[in-house]
C-alpha cells in the first residue's frame, strides 16, 4: 500500500470517529494527569482486558491512592491492592506485577519513571521494556503519549486492521506492522493512526463477523474475505 491511500484512509476515519469519548481509552484517561507512572499502570491494567474493564480498575486506584506513585503502591497491602484493582481481572497476578514494577522504579530510578523518558526515544524504549510487564506495545504507549511522534503502539485491533487493510501481510509480526505504519504516516498523524484505527476494529473490523458493508474505508481495504 502506497502512502496515497493510507492517508485517504486516515481522511476517512477522521470523518467517521471525529467525535469520541475519551473514556474509550484509558491511556487518554490517565495522562490527563502528566504522570508518567499514573500512564505505565493504567496500561498494565489494560493488558489483556477491555478498556471498560481497566477504566473501573484505575479509577479505583484513583479513588484509594488519589495520587498514584510507586511508594503508594508499594505501602498498600496486597489483598487491599487486589480489591481495588479487581475489576480489571486476574487481580491477583496484576497486584503483584504492579508492586514489582514500582520498587523496580524506586530501585534504579529513585521513582522517577520520567528519567526513562528524557532518553532518546529507541533507547527510552529499550529501558521500559526492562521493567517487568512491560512488553513492546506498553513501552510504546509510554512513548507515543508522553514524548509524541517516534512511534505507533500496535494493539490486538491494529494488528487485525493493519493486515485486513493491506498495511502489512498476514503473516507479519509486531514490528514488522509498527515498521509500516511509521513509513506509512507522518509522525504527527501517529496518535491519530492508533487510535482511530483502534475504534476501527471496534466498531466495524472486528474478529468475528467483520461489518465490511458499512466500514467506511472499505473501498481501500484488501482484506480477501471482506463482503460488500
Same mark, same amino acid.
Given at each position: 500500500?502506497?502512502?496515497?491511500? =493510507? ?10 470517529? $471525529? ?7 484509558? &491511556?487518554?484517561? =490517565?495522562?490527563? +494527569? ?7 499502570? #493504567? ?10 474493564? +481497566?477504566?473501573? #480498575? ?30 480489571? @481481572? !486476574?487481580?491477583? *497476578?496484576?497486584? $503483584? ?6 520498587? $523496580? ?8 519513571? +520520567?528519567? !526513562? ?17 512491560? @512488553? =513492546? ?22 494488528? *487485525?486492521? &493493519?493486515?485486513?487493510?493491506?498495511? #502489512?501481510? +498476514?503473516? #507479519?509480526?509486531?514490528?514488522?506492522? *509498527?515498521?509500516?505504519? !511509521? ?5 504527527? $498523524? ?16 472486528? =474478529? ?21
Amino acid at each position: 500500500m502506497d502512502r496515497l491511500v =493510507a492517508e485517504k484512509i486516515l481522511k476517512a476515519l477522521r470523518v467517521e470517529f $471525529e467525535k469520541f469519548n475519551v473514556e474509550e481509552f484509558i &491511556a487518554l484517561k =490517565a495522562i490527563q +494527569s502528566k504522570n508518567p507512572f499514573q500512564l505505565l499502570i #493504567a496500561v498494565v491494567l489494560s493488558q489483556n482486558t477491555s478498556d471498560r474493564n +481497566s477504566l473501573k #480498575a484505575f479509577e479505583n486506584l484513583t479513588n484509594n491512592l488519589v495520587d498514584i506513585t510507586p511508594w503508594k503502591i508499594i505501602e498498600t497491602p496486597i489483598e487491599k491492592l487486589e480489591e481495588i484493582i479487581k475489576p480489571a @481481572g !486476574i487481580y491477583k *497476578r496484576r497486584a $503483584e506485577a504492579l508492586r514489582r514494577i514500582s520498587m $523496580e522504579i524506586i530501585e534504579k530510578y529513585d521513582g522517577d519513571l +520520567s528519567k !526513562i523518558l528524557e532518553l532518546p526515544p529507541e533507547e527510552a524504549r529499550r529501558e521500559l521494556m526492562k521493567l517487568p510487564q512491560v @512488553g =513492546a506495545k506498553t513501552a510504546d504507549v509510554l512513548i507515543l503519549f508522553l514524548k509524541g511522534g517516534y512511534t505507533i503502539p500496535i494493539d490486538t485491533h491494529l494488528m *487485525r486492521v &493493519a493486515k485486513r487493510i493491506g498495511y #502489512a501481510n +498476514s503473516k #507479519a509480526d509486531y514490528e514488522e506492522i *509498527r515498521g509500516k505504519l !511509521i513509513d506509512l504516516f507522518k509522525p504527527e $498523524e501517529y496518535l491519530e493512526v492508533h487510535l482511530l484505527h483502534i475504534l476501527l476494529g471496534r466498531k466495524y473490523c472486528k =474478529a468475528r463477523k467483520p461489518k465490511c458493508k458499512a466500514c467506511p474505508i472499505a473501498r481501500y481495504c484488501e482484506y480477501e474475505f471482506k463482503v460488500l
